[in-house]
């Protein structure tokens, strides 16, 4: 049975590839909408199954001497469940681009490479070999730059598409190393062979950081995740939701066996994840650009996830991949809604009162934003609140459990600080301007996405959870720390918005850190690349042209030439003995040299 769903599985993503060579966008997102349909059916037969995972279709693409290329079918419950949310998400997006996308003259041409978008991470995330992962990696990432770079006219969309490839080409730079590691040792490329082989060196889980920090944007590598903004709001809604950024947090979960048989990789994840969390939170405090605003949560969220496989708990990093994907995309399409009926407005400080203009947009909003802050009952809370529980029963430190709590109240202080300012209060927006809530293309779109949001979590629930007794081992203080801490930032962000938007600019030089985003992106593009020009022309010009070179080249002939005929003159004396010195000083050097080689 379970064999037959994967077959079935795979046939639909075959088909999904064929219609995106038709010429009709309403083709691709009915297409997309029935291989959901079929997939959510077969996830239900999965979990009647009860069957941890199947490999099939083992197909030889090339073999070079005694190593072999293979395509071969994952289908355990990660591929089964990706491809529920997957297909879900990639249909409500494809529906609201013919909304946002009207007017643009190649939306056929958009649609298309948001299903190839799909495909790829597809591709990804049923990869049993490297090989094939590397496929789908590299096919993610050409897309990103595609769909980042759709507005090619304008230059900001060069260069975050520019930026978006070059920061991914440092961390594909560790899946490759992985890939040269296995080559080097005679170890194949699948899956299921290196967990067979256990104890691989840190050089191959490193790779593996290295590629996530990159896909994943942790800190250090993040300053494409926020730029990626000047992308069609579509693009972001997928790039943010179910593809590009969570495929490095699903190659840590792939390698998580062997990330915790190594201690110190897994306190690096640990700390890079935590670390990122706490950033990424503290600089969407002062963003004023919605979609950037949301864009650092995203970045936050993904810190969350890659502590969750640091700490031990790869499954709850996969949960919440699954819920986040929801409210993640309905935040954006939010965004969307409202940038576009107000003229391509994004900055939050002259929006406000939108509740009465778009109600269910507004209401999709809210919906979203508590979901993200992790409101009991909803998405977000059945996959955060247990990996900071699995914190707090981890063997880890207090600073970084007190990193994430401060993380989580400041996700519940810029959530609802983005909430009011854009649907409470009074109108901020030109007279002229209005909102159009079209209900086939924004509203429905919405609404399937919120109910994905409220239900998700309660049917995991229902149906996932293991069918025993669930022992609590923490105390309900520490259960109720999460709770917690997001009602203290929610009570925070008055005080929060208050500081941000004083008409004195009192406290400007407080909010620089946040709203530069912690110096990064000037001190990487525009400190180091200045420094680097200048001693690079310093060398080069004192260093080479007037020093070395020169020396060695015209002034040092000159200078040699006269030294080396004075030499040759004053050699020439008419001795004999000086002449049978000389023979028998060459004739040494010479023993020398072939008694050492």
Known sequence: MLQLCGSISLLCLILLAVVLLGKRKEFIAGAIKWGWYVNFFLLGVFLVADESELLFLKWEWLKLGGYSLTFSYRYDVYTCCFFVVGLYVTWNILVFSLYYMSTDPRVELFCKYLGMFLIAMLVLVSAETLFQLLVGW????????????????????????????????????????????????????????????????????????????????????????????????????????????????????????????????????????SMTTLFSAVCALAQNDMKKVVAFSTASQLGLMVTAVGVGVPQLAFLHICMHAFF?????????????GL???????????????????????????????????LAGFFSKDPIIEAINMGNVNSWAVSLLLLATSFTAAYSLRLLYYTTAGYARTLPLQSLNEAYKFLVAPLQRLAYG???????????????????????????????????????????????????????????????????????????IPWVWLHLGEKFQTQSLDRGWTELAMPQGLGVNSGLLSNYVSQAQTSLIKMYLASMLLMLFVIMVVVTCY
């Open 138 to 273: 590299e096919g993610v990432g050409v897309m990103s730059y595609l769909l980042i770079s759709w507005w090619y006219a304008r230059s900001d969309a060069n260069t975050a598409a520019l930026q978006a490839i070059f920061y991914n080409r440092i961390g594909d730079m560790g899946l490759i190393g992985m890939l040269l590691w296995c080559f080097l040792n005679n170890q194949e490329w699948t899956f299921t062979s290196i967990y067979v082989m256990g104890n691989v060196s840190t050089i191959f889980l490193s790779g593996a950081v290295l590629a996530a920090m990159g896909k994943s944007a942790q800190l250090g590598l993040h300053p494409w995740l926020p730029a990626a903004m000047e992308g069609p709001t579509p693009v972001s809604s997928l790039l943010h939701s179910s593809t590009m950024v969570v495929a490095g947090v699903f190659l840590l979960i792939r390698m998580s066996p062997l990330i915790l048989e190594h201690e110190g990789v897994q306190v690096g994840v640990f700390v890079l994840g």
């Open 328 to 340: 993640k995309a309905m935040l954006f399409m939010c965004s969307g809604g409202y940038i576009h």
């Open 343 to 377: 003229q391509n407005e994004q900055d939050v400080r002259k929006m406000g009162g939108l509740y009465k203009a778009s109600p269910v947009t507004s209401t999709c909003l809210f919906i979203g934003s508590a979901a993200l802050i992790g409101t009991p009952f």
């Open 453 to 527: 949001s409220v239900l998700s979590g309660v049917l995991f629930v229902a149906f996932m959870t293991p069918k025993y007794n669930v022992i609590l081992s923490l105390p309900y203080t520490l259960k109720l720390m999460a709770i917690g801490v997001t009602f203290v930032g929610a009570v925070l962000a008055w005080d929060v918005m208050k500081l941000l938007h004083k008409e004195d600019n009192v406290g400007t030089a407080y909010l620089s850190f946040m709203s530069q985003v912690g110096y990064y992106p000037f001190i990487m593009h525009k400190v």
